[in-house]
């Protein structure tokens, strides 16, 4: 016991165990893309040694050692996956793939069940539950602030997809829409003349029904299952507003290879691909065969695990499967249920490991919906793909991978099937797409750190800091007349006016004062 070095790493460990935090990490969103940040995230953070508190509809595999899971899988039976955002529905045009009128009441519902929860009731009214702060994801509102008011902790937002307008004005000023997008739209800078309207109207729309609608449905929320919890433990409320704009940090799940490279203030870190592990799970050993003995290559195809392939209409399906059967390549098909007629080139599961797939030598084409996760992994993996974008931001990412020259774009409609046919061939006889996807995969990789430890750096730090107030964006604070100067503008008029006046006035009493001499 007297060995120095031992001495060291007890006491070092000791220090270790009191810096650990207790974080709450809010991912309650029943989409399995959105729990797989969630859970990456919350991983990440016990992983350096906090203790996190994790709110889910989707409970981890196994254990996570230092994560207790607030269990919302009862939540799942709310979410519409036969409904709204199916593929059949999108292809007949009765889906509202990315409308923000449609978008808005069903997350506003899904955060009111998450809130209504017993679960989620129990943590808040346990006044021995406390943290250091609290994560939450940003989803087209912003109720979860309401939790850094029960905890009084700092707050930090997960913004799931590329840095838009609607997140940064909650750290900073509104992005100039000349050149940055809305996250529904599928505009890419540098834009035309329309282009650049429409998203000026777009952002006056959407902040005007942020105000007029959105907030009042926040509000009510807030007050329904805030307040009386804030009430519980302490003797003021703060308001709803005073919550919304106090987050301390925003990590985007987000990077310059996938996304634009927009200006960020400091305290929004991009932190896209942290949930990917450093080694890869080998892939089971049927698949290993397959992809090892496909010497034509492989094309890999899924929907992601929110849209269903077998919501694909049945003259679709037989479609694609001819189609596949035309190509030399192995086609690994992620789909739910069996198909009859296969062609011995494919090859259907239920379920993909789809990092492990990706990260094969084989894996020449990615066919995808364009989600962000999926446009990160072929990132990361540096495979090409071919985008069929459905809803929400896959529109734009597909977009981005097609302008940044690493993707081909097939529109979801009945005649797919002979689109897919070209781009596959296409992607296959250039090899221009696979080489860029390597040089953009290059940049991805060239970090100083890890996306994960960047996350659990900036995490602790906001903590460390209480609340990182010093990363704050004077900007914030300015009223927008005076961002426009408008007050400035409001004072040389009245100058200029003063002395238009006292100019008239001098010249009237000098111009009198003559007439008098000259009587
Ligand atoms: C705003 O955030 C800071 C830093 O986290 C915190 O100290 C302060 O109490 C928060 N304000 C309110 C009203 O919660």
Redesign the pocket.
């Known amino acids: 016991m007297c060995n120095p070095a031992l001495w060291c790493v007890l006491i070092l460990a000791s220090v270790y165990e009191t810096n650990a935090y207790k974080l709450l990490v809010v991912s309650p969103l029943p989409g399995k893309s959105h729990a797989i940040l969630g859970e990456g995230m919350a991983e990440s953070l016990a992983n350096a040694g906090h203790d996190v508190t994790y709110m889910t509809v989707y409970l981890p595999d196994k254990p996570i050692p230092r994560v207790t899971i607030v269990d919302l899988s009862e939540n799942l039976k709310y979410f519409p996956t036969d409904g709204a955002l199916n593929i059949a529905n999108v292809l007949d045009n009765t889906s509202s793939g990315s409308n923000f009128f449609a978008f808005v009441p069903i997350l506003m519902n899904m955060s009111r069940n998450t809130l209504n929860h017993p679960n989620v009731q129990k943590l808040m009214s346990d006044k021995s539950q406390q943290f250091d702060?609290v994560l939450a994801e940003w989803m087209f509102n912003e109720v979860y602030a309401g939790f850094?008011?029960v905890f009084?902790?700092?707050?930090i937002w997960l913004s799931t997809v590329d840095p838009h307008w609607m997140v940064l004005q909650l750290v900073d000023e509104m992005p100039n829409p000349a050149y940055t997008v809305d996250i529904l739209s599928d505009s890419i800078a540098p834009l035309t003349f329309k282009q650049r309207a429409i998203q000026l109207g777009l952002q006056i729309m959407g902040k005007l029904l942020k105000i007029l609608w959105v907030s009042g449905l926040e509000h009510e929320l807030y007050d329904e299952y805030f307040v009386p919890a804030i009430r519980h433990r302490y003797s003021s409320v703060?308001?709803f507003e005073?919550?919304r704009y106090?987050?301390?940090l925003i990590l985007s799940n987000s990077h310059v290879s996938t996304g634009s490279p927009i200006r960020l203030p400091p305290n929004v870190i991009p932190i896209g691909g942290f949930h990917i592990k450093h080694d890869v799970k080998p892939l089971p050993e049927n698949l290993q065969k397959l992809m090892d003995k496909s010497q034509h290559g492989v094309v890999y195809f899924s929907m992601g695990s929110n849209l269903r392939s077998k919501h694909f209409p049945d003259v679709i399906k037989q479609d694609l499967l001819k189609m596949f059967s035309k190509f030399k390549q192995t086609v690994i098909w992620k789909f739910e249920e069996d198909l009859p007629n296969t062609p011995s080139n494919v090859h259907i599961v239920q379920w993909a490991p789809q990092q492990s797939i990706l990260a094969h030598k084989n894996c020449i084409v990615f066919i995808t919906h364009g989600g962000l996760l999926s446009t990160t992994e072929s990132m990361h993996f540096g495979v090409p793909t071919i985008g069929i974008p459905v809803f929400g931001d896959q529109y734009v990412n597909v977009q981005r991978a097609v302008k940044k020259g690493y993707a081909q774009k097939v529109d979801l409609s009945y005649s797919m099937a002979a689109d897919l046919e070209k781009a596959i061939q296409n992607l296959l006889d250039n090899p221009k797409y696979a080489t860029r996807v390597k040089e953009l995969s290059q940049i991805y990789h060239d970090r100083p750190v890890l996306p994960a430890k960047s996350l659990v750096h900036w995490v602790e730090h906001?903590v460390k800091t209480?609340?990182?107030?010093h990363l704050r964006s004077p900007a914030f604070l300015v009223p927008w007349y005076q961002k426009l100067y408008l007050d400035l503008i409001l004072v040389v008029l009245v100058i200029i006016l003063a002395l238009k006046y006292a100019f008239r006035y001098i010249m009237n009493r000098l111009f009198t004062k003559r007439k008098e001499k000259a009587n």
């Open positions: 702060a850094a008011g009084n902790c700092p707050l703060p308001s005073t919550l106090n987050a301390s906001v209480r609340g990182a107030l």
